[in-house]
Each structure stands twice: as structure tokens, then as C-alpha cells.
């Protein structure tokens, strides 16, 4: 067993029994930038994962096009208003250059942008790993039936997220009410996006997930916007909380080495 030693935090790291080349991984494709802060979280979470799987000299193989947030902002309000054409233009470009980067498959590093990967499969040929089916084979694996979703308004408030956790997995999947939804997607882009942690955001956020426990028998939390695991933790909840990016990097490592 091979064993190497970190010089930050002294933390030792051990090879696993799996054998894997690096140019034997399928290369990851990362549309990200919406936003840097929870793509940050993404590209850190899979080299980790590598590095400990395989042994501390091995990383992801990571293809990333970063989405200037600016334009992202102003093409999704575009959006809001009906007009839907910039915004998908604009995922349809992004995954056309990681497929002509070589990209293998392509992870979408936002929940709610997921709702455009019907569209975008109609442009590229290399497939995409879908957030809410990783996010709905770890719940099922846990045994729940009924859940909470947080995340952006339109996360929480359109089909493309909640039928298919319904029709795939099974599963009961509640939202928060409108004033609480309204004050997540607040946050969500005012705050989190900017990669601004507030206390008191923090606090207003745990009331609503103990509201959605105590009065909608939630058995576990969808924290389903990238950036929320930011702010909130499993350890500030009393029941399990489904980290969507740790869950979706989990998925994408696995599907580039082969592992079941």
C-alpha cells in the first residue's frame, strides 16, 4: 500500500486497492461559472476524490469552461421575462467547446442549468451526467420517501428537478412556501453567488429547513443550489442533508474511472 504525506495539515493520504491510469479516466467536462464560487467546490472536491482513491499523485481529469457570471446573470433574466433563446445559446456554445476539447461527458456545475441539458443533448454528441438523477440514487439508497428541495426559484418551482425525482426515484418532494422561496433565491445571488457568507442568512435558512421537518415530515434536505452547502452543513441539521455538489462530484469521478 502506497502511502505519501501532505506538508499542509500533516494529514497522511493511502492508495486505495483500485489501479487506474490518468489517461485511462474518461476526461471530465465542467460547465461552470455559475457560479466560480461552487465551481471552485467542484474542481476541489473530484481531485480530492482521485487523490484519494488512487494514491496522493493522482488528480481528476478536468476539461472547465467557466461562464462569465455577468452575462449569465443578464441572459437569465432574459429568461425570467420568456425569452430562453440567449441563455440556451449560450450552455449550447459552452458545451460544444468541451466537447471539441475532449472532453468525455459533461457535468453542468449548477442545479437549476440542468434543466437545459434535454436541449443541449440535441447539439452534442458525449452525454451528460444529470444532478438530480446522482442526487436521486443517493436518497433512494437511503430509504427516504419524502424530501425538501431548496434552491433557486426556479429549481424549486419548475418540474425539470422535482418529476424527476418523482418519476425515477419515487420520491415526495416538497418546497418551501412562496415568502421563504423568494428569500433563498434572494441570498442565493445576492450572497452566496458572490461567495459572501452572512451569519444571519445562515440563520433564516435553518429556520425554513426546520419549518419543512417539523411541519412537512421532511426526512432529508435537497440542498439543492451548488452554492448552499456554503452556508449550510450536515451538522447543522437533525436529519440527513443531500449535498448536491459533493454528490454530483462523487458521481462524475466514478463515471471517469469506471466505478460502480
Not at 481531485?47 to 496522493?56: I, K, L, Q, T
Amino acid at each position: 500500500m502506497l502511502l505519501a504525506l501532505t506538508t499542509a495539515g500533516n494529514t497522511a493520504y493511502s492508495q486505495s486497492n483500485d489501479s487506474i491510469k490518468n489517461s485511462e479516466m474518461k476526461v471530465i467536462g465542467i460547465i461552470g461559472g455559475v457560479s466560480w464560487a461552487s465551481s471552485i467546490d467542484y474542481y476541489k472536491l473530484m481531485n480530492e476524490m482521485v487523490r484519494d482513491r488512487f494514491g496522493s499523485l493522482y488528480s481528476a481529469n478536468i476539461l472547465m469552461y467557466s461562464i462569465p457570471f455577468k452575462e449569465f446573470s443578464d441572459q437569465e433574466r432574459l429568461a425570467e421575462a420568456g425569452d430562453w433563446k440567449p441563455l440556451i445559446n449560450m450552455m449550447i456554445e459552452s458545451a460544444k467547446r468541451l466537447e471539441r476539447g475532449g472532453a468525455d461527458f459533461i457535468v453542468i456545475a449548477s442545479n437549476t442549468m440542468n434543466s437545459t441539458i434535454e436541449e443541449l443533448e440535441k447539439h452534442v454528441k458525449i452525454p451528460f451526467l444529470h444532478i438530480a438523477d446522482a442526487t436521486g440514487e443517493k436518497i433512494k439508497g437511503q430509504g427516504m420517501k419524502k424530501v425538501a428541495l431548496l434552491g433557486t426559484k426556479f429549481t424549486m418551482e419548475h418540474k425539470f428537478y422535482k418529476e424527476r425525482l418523482k418519476n425515477k426515484f419515487g420520491l415526495d418532494v416538497v418546497v418551501p412556501a412562496l415568502e421563504e422561496r423568494d428569500y433563498i433565491n434572494k441570498i442565493i445571488f445576492d450572497e452566496l453567488c458572490n461567495n459572501y457568507i452572512v451569519e444571519d442568512s445562515k440563520i433564516q435558512y435553518l429556520k425554513i429547513i426546520n419549518r419543512l421537518i417539523k411541519e412537512e415530515g421532511a426526512e432529508g434536505i435537497i440542498l439543492g443550489c451548488t452554492e448552499i452547502p456554503m452556508l449550510v452543513k450536515q451538522e447543522d441539521v437533525s436529519v440527513p442533508v443531500f449535498n448536491t455538489t459533493i454528490i454530483h462530484s462523487e458521481a462524475a469521478v466514478k463515471y471517469s474511472a469506471g466505478l460502480k
